[in-house]
């Protein structure tokens, strides 16, 4: 396993080198590249119930606003197969717009780790809060994961994605080290 994780780190790539948190073999937080696109759509309509408007959300707002910057993506890769998603949009408020990972890489502290990697890389200066809003149709665990991760419940708002479905509007403040 060591040695697996070493080879790895021995090729120098930058991508591999840049979620170096991860040290499970064969799961590797990394950027997003565009050969990912097509399994990122597939992954996002899974949850088509709750986020009605999801395919058009990616292929007309987090495409074009990437190559800005505006938007970050990072996923969990599984042997080539995406597991696991983070997708964020920088400002003064910051949102982190999808968290998900499939149930067979919950529970281990993946989600804890693409987290942290997503917020490093989401946050710049200007940046003073983070913000998440869970559905209330959401599986359960959800909420309680971004509270052990120090958000708190700011809100909840009726319809905001979906009629009749509340959303929980979590926020953290951005420690700053002076
Ligand atoms: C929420 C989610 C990202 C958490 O990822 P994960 O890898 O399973 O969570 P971790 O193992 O990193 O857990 C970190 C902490 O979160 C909390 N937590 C995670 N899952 C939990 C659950 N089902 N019930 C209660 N607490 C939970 C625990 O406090 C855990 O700390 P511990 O290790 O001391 O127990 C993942 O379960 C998921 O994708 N859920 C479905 C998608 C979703 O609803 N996303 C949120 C809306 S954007």
Known sequence: MKQDYKDKMSTGNAEVLE??????IGLLI????????GKIRDFLLETKSLYPGIGYWWDNRVCSSMAS???IVYVVDVD????GLFIGKRGVSAKICTLRLRKS???QGVGSDL???GISHLIDPNTNQLYVTVSGAAED???HFFESEGFKLKAVEPNRYNKGVEEFVYVREVERIE
Request: with cysteine; charged share 40%.
């Open 19 to 24: 979620r170096d948190v991860m040290k499970r």
């Open 105 to 107: 890489i919950r529970g």
């Open 141 to 143: 665990g959800s909420r």
């Open 115 to 117: 987290l942290s990697v």
């Open 80 to 83: 080539g197969c995406i597991e």
């Open 69 to 71: 910057g505006k938007r």
């Open 30 to 37: 990394r950027p997003v590249r565009v050969s990912d696109y």
